[in-house]
């Protein structure tokens, strides 16, 4: 069987992620598999309530005196949805800034090598081959690719900036292809 | 060909999978939180015993007050209780659907640098590199930065080997 058949090389590239690139990476991680997946629903879960005690004081004409616990439940509420709905994601963020800050590997260059079933990097410190089918998602950026999985639960990040056109088209397609499931294409959020 | 200070091969079971997520679990929680959360506990629980015995309302109160003992024994018990039984089931969970995906692996220490090579994966990094090491009560862990690390077993590792271990970095 020929090799391009069976397992052909679909890119080869170097790429060398930024600061930038890792907190956008790992807070779109965070939303996927961390502390802010399902965030909408656990928010909502706080806004029913909230509305629930609102219904009740308006029952008691906002008498705040005769019902304190209402008045607690809706600020409880509100700070939860904000914590979920603003102050996760800007957390994740930040985790992720300090995680790149306090790794020395993060940000050393490395050469990719994207197969048909699988990828590969290497750098002078550090080998890892990894198949499609232990990651759990590959997201798509308007800045990077962001592969999330395997026993390891890691997050590798291909910055687009360092790519041309051809090789990013190239990527995006073969993604979208061998990782049905798992591939989603998000816009970033970078200001 | 240098020869490492420690060479030591393994292969990740479920059981310490199990160990390495509450040992890591443990390292990531601050004690603080944990203090806090015991001091909330030990006054939900007293205020609502206090008021169950004192107060004699209606069936509702009544209710309330259980309710408060409740999240007060829920929130006293979390880390220490029910902390670790969701990690070992998630943990589990986890190695049963990654199992197929784990090699045993080798590791090796040498004067100015750590190895680990398994079959996806290779790495060599200067002593200089690494951010932490730390030792847990089942696991190493070796930190190469604030959240991703490398773990060996502390079962496959003599005492003479983790006493080297733990005096690595400081060396």
């Avoid at chain 2, 902390?83 to 089931?89: L, N, Q």
Wanted: hydrophobic share 40%; glycine share 4%.
């Amino acid at each position: 069987m020929p090799e391009s058949i069976y397992n052909g090389l679909i890119a080869e590239f170097d790429n060398e992620i930024k600061l930038r690139d890792y907190s956008e990476a790992y807070r779109i991680y965070d939303l996927r598999c961390g502390l802010s997946m399902g965030r909408e629903w656990k928010a909502s879960v706080f806004f029913v309530l909230a509305l629930g005690a609102l219904f009740v004081m308006m029952m008691e004409n906002f008498d705040l005196g005769r019902i304190p616990t209402a008045s607690i439940v809706i600020l409880i509420s509100m700070y939860m949805c904000t914590h979920y709905l603003y102050l996760l994601p800007k957390k994740a963020k930040l985790k992720g800034e300090h995680i790149y800050r306090s790794s020395r590997l993060l940000s050393k260059p490395k050469h990719f090598k994207i197969y048909r079933d699988h990828f590969m990097f290497r750098n002078e410190y550090e080998y890892l081959k990894r198949y499609y089918t232990e990651l759990s998602d590959c997201i798509e950026t308007d800045n990077s690719f962001v592969l999330i999985g395997g026993t390891d639960h890691r997050v590798t990040v291909i910055s687009k900036s360092l790519l041309n056109d051809n090789v990013i088209e190239k990527l995006s397609e073969h993604f979208s292809r061998e990782m049905i499931g798992q591939y989603r294409r998000a816009k970033s959020k970078r200001k | 060909m240098e020869k490492p200070f420690l060479e030591e091969s393994f292969l990740i079971t479920k059981q310490d999978h199990i160990n390495m997520s509450i040992d890591y679990r443990r390292y990531i929680t601050p004690k603080e939180n944990i203090i806090i959360l015991r001091v909330l506990g030990i006054i939900a629980v007293c205020i609502g015993a206090a008021a169950f015995i004192n107060i004699k309302g209606g069936v509702y109160q009544s209710i309330c007050w259980i309710v408060l003992i409740v999240i007060g024994f829920y929130t006293l018990s979390y880390y220490d209780v029910i902390s670790p039984s969701i990690t070992r089931k998630q943990a589990a969970h986890f190695y049963d659907v990654y199992k197929g995906s784990i090699h045993s692996k080798t590791v090796r220490f040498f004067d100015n640098r750590v190895e680990l090579t398994s079959e996806e994966r290779k790495l060599r990094i200067p002593k200089k590199y690494l951010y932490k090491i730390y030792v847990s009560k089942d696991t190493v862990m070796i930190f190469t930065d604030i959240s991703e690390f490398l773990f060996i077993p502390k079962r496959v590792l003599s005492e003479s080997q983790l006493t080297f271990i733990e005096g690595y970095s400081e060396k």
